[in-house]
């Protein structure tokens, strides 16, 4: 089992400080995500200088609709920054149109860039709640056989959730989507925004939070997944305090 620690590059003394903390927890990440968010200067590849990739696999997200295909800007940038893994979504248009977007598919993305780089490890993204299970899971195929090897998802918060997509998932490079929620006002968001739909026992607490982490990385461990932590505004020492990632062995 692999665990997976997203960074969020805000500025790059954000940066800084939650990968120092990541070193902390000594062998328990062996994986850092780097997502590419158009409303922060720092691209997700430009820190790939910045991580010690002999102990860390480094995967930086880029966003199918800021490429053009026929334009090779991708290939280059894979290239120039001797990336052996990224993680290929979508991405949503930005806000105003203040930068240049293009209708590229993300599927149609993975294909070329596999055609291109045939030992590249590329990764796909998976929601859990934006469309029915048979919808998502035939997406998620559509993905796999254009190219992609392993799969991210969105966070879950419902055990049972993850059981069935995890069944689904058999013979692909799972990593389970975890994202601490602590406030109303955070649940209230994702109830919105992203369509999450919480079980009853839910609390969005520390304690639910870390209980329920446990619970994932404990299964996870058992049925040979893996573990995304996407750890937004909390307090990071409190919570990986009482998270247990001693079970997690690289593989």
């Not at 796999?144 to 069944?167: H, K, N, V």
């Not at 990071?236 to 593989?251: C, D, H, N, Q, V």
Request: proline share 5%.
């Amino acid at each position: 089992m692999n665990i997976s620690f997203e960074i969020v590059p805000r500025s790059l003394e954000a940066f800084e400080e939650q990968y120092a903390f990541v070193q902390k927890l000594d062998d328990g990440i062996h994986f850092i995500n780097i997502p590419d968010i158009q409303r922060f200067e720092i691209r997700s590849w430009e820190l790939a200088t910045r991580i010690d990739r002999g102990k860390y696999r480094f995967i930086p997200h880029f966003r199918a609709i800021d490429f053009k295909i026929e334009s090779g800007e991708l290939y280059r940038i894979i290239e120039e920054y001797r990336l052996d893994s990224v993680l290929l979504v979508t991405g949503d248009p930005p806000e105003g149109l203040k930068r240049a977007f293009y209708n590229t598919d993300v599927v149609d993305l993975i294909r070329a860039v596999r055609q291109r780089f045939p030992q590249l490890n590329i990764y796909a993204g998976f929601d859990p709640h934006r469309q029915g299970l048979q919808d998502e899971c035939c997406y998620t195929l559509r993905k796999a056989e254009a190219g992609a090897t392993g799969f991210f998802s969105q966070p879950f918060y419902d055990s049972r959730l993850i059981e069935i997509y995890a069944e689904h998932m058999q013979g692909l490079e799972t990593y389970i989507g975890i994202s601490p929620i602590t406030t109303s006002a955070s649940m209230h968001y994702w109830e919105v925004k992203n369509k999450v739909q919480f079980p009853k026992s839910f609390r969005p607490d520390y304690d639910w939070n870390v209980e329920f982490a446990n619970s994932v990385i404990a299964s996870a461990a058992a049925n040979d997944w893996n573990v995304y932590f996407m750890p937004f505004r909390i307090d990071l020492e409190r919570y990986f305090g009482g998270i247990r990632l001693g079970g997690a062995s690289k593989i």
